[in-house]
């Protein structure tokens, strides 16, 4: 989730989050991360939840956050995180991040694209600053393929970016993918088990890959 100033919001997600662990976030957190070598770029880190997940072939982690009480949340858990993965915590947003064309192995973003006002912009972001034939690990909701759960979506997306801190819940996010990285696996789930009306229920989690040449 990309909150520029959002503090009320900020730690109604925090909260949030923290119970979705227990349903089985933590698994899915553990698949989106599994593999990963170098150094990894994470856009959108929230409070630090994937932190504890990084795989030891992980070089670094520079995690980029721009809301302030999320990223500070970030901070504590990257110096709390129970990993040999040095994590640094940064400010910056998706549509400028921090980082050299080419400087990171893989690009991490997890419930981020709902958010971002520009998701085409962000993906090129992602493309910049992943070297040649790097890897975009993505976790996000998306519009239904289900024609009456879209509707449903389009109805709720009236009021949800005004409640949720700008979270769209209709986005053709692995559609926008796939226009700017080769998708190498993607799978479809509904998540939370147990919330079959919520409208950031339909999910995908995925692997991308920026072209070699």
């Known amino acids: 989730m990309e909150l520029v100033k959002n503090p009320m919001f900020a730690r109604y997600f925090d909260r949030c989050g923290a119970r979705l662990e227990e349903r089985g976030g933590r698994e899915l957190r553990g698949e989106l991360l599994a593999g990963l070598s170098g150094r990894v770029l994470e856009v959108g880190a929230g409070t630090g939840l994937n932190f504890p997940h990084y795989p030891p072939e992980v070089r670094q982690v520079v995690a980029v956050e721009p809301e302030p009480y999320l990223r500070g949340r970030a901070t504590q858990a990257a110096a709390a995180a129970p990993v040999p993965v040095p994590v640094r915590v940064t400010d910056g947003t998706a549509g400028q991040l921090p980082a050299a064309d080419g400087e990171f192995d893989a690009v991490v973003s997890s419930g981020l694209l709902c958010s971002v006002s520009d998701a085409a912009a962000a993906l090129a972001e992602f493309r910049r600053v992943l070297r040649p034939g790097g890897e975009l690990r993505f976790w996000e909701h998306v519009r239904s393929r289900d024609p009456v759960f879209a509707f449903f979506q389009q ?59």
Do not use: N, Y
Not at 176 to 195: D, K, L, M, W
Not at 199 to 208: H, N
């Open 155 to 213: 109805l709720a997306d009236l009021a949800w970016p005004h409640l949720m801190g700008g979270c769209h819940v209709q986005r053709q996010t692995q559609a926008a993918i796939g226009q700017a990285f080769t998708i190498e696996a993607c799978r479809g789930f509904r998540f939370p088990p147990g919330a079959p009306l919520s409208p950031v229920a339909p999910r995908i989690l995925g692997v991308a890959r920026k072209p070699a040449g």
